[in-house]
């Protein structure tokens, strides 16, 4: 599988990434360029998909970029993890659901690396936590498919600050929390994005026709 692998040491301006990730997708369907897997972290910002209502804005302060990805609201910024991707699925199964299915379990599998269960939810899109019975969420999937070019990704919360969610619905969903791998356990995230990478590249794998 030929997929270049990019890593940004600094935080990267959410609409700089969104530029890359559509002219690379523009570039892999006309087979003149690799897919890509690039991990990073960006900036503080609040995001809406294309599926976001102004009610799941709480402070009505904040400015939102609006975006062509799947999903509703959410926050980026320091401390969680960015999974990009650009990837063509017209040599795989074209099956959005499927291909959904392989980013969940690339999470869930990295994450038992590190003695977390965690579980995906047909009903809410993302990976969650089962915190006493309470689902928190730990990761927001946010995918666009344009002529089986798949691109936006993932993000993981390691060790964001978990205070800018207060000011939105996240994903639009108003009874659950938002949690990170801080709070849930005080082991060395060390080399996760690596296993997220790898967990990643093995799912896709079984996608292939």
Not at 24 to 32: D, G
Not at 36 to 46: A, N, R, V
Not at 59 to 70: A, L, Q
Not at 160 to 178: A, H
């Amino acid at each position: 599988m030929n997929i270049e692998i990019k890593k940004s040491t600094k935080p990267v301006k959410y609409n700089y990434a969104l530029t890359q990730l559509e002219a690379r997708s523009k570039l892999v369907s006309q087979n003149e360029e690799k897919e890509l897997i690039w991990i990073l972290e960006h900036e503080p910002i609040y995001t809406a998909g294309t599926s976001y209502s102004e009610n799941d804005i709480i402070d009505k302060t904040i400015n939102i970029c609006e975006t062509n990805r799947g999903g509703k609201i959410t926050f980026h910024g320091p401390g969680q993890l960015m999974f990009y991707f650009v990837i063509d699925l017209r040599n795989k199964n074209k099956d959005i659901r499927k291909f959904i299915s392989a980013i969940e379990n690339s999470i869930i599998e990295t994450l038992k690396e590190f003695k977390i269960e965690c579980q995906a939810d047909r009903e809410n899109i993302g990976i969650w936590f089962n915190n006493n019975g309470k689902l928190e969420k730990i990761a927001a999937i946010g995918v666009r498919v344009s002529k089986w070019i798949a691109y936006h990704g993932f993000c993981l919360n390691i060790k964001n600050d978990l205070e800018p969610f207060k000011k939105i619905v996240p994903c639009g969903i108003s009874d659950k929390k938002v949690t990170n791998l801080t709070k849930i356990s005080k082991i060395k995230f060390n080399m996760i994005d690596e296993i997220l990478i790898n967990k990643f590249i093995l799912n896709l794998k079984d996608l292939n026709v």
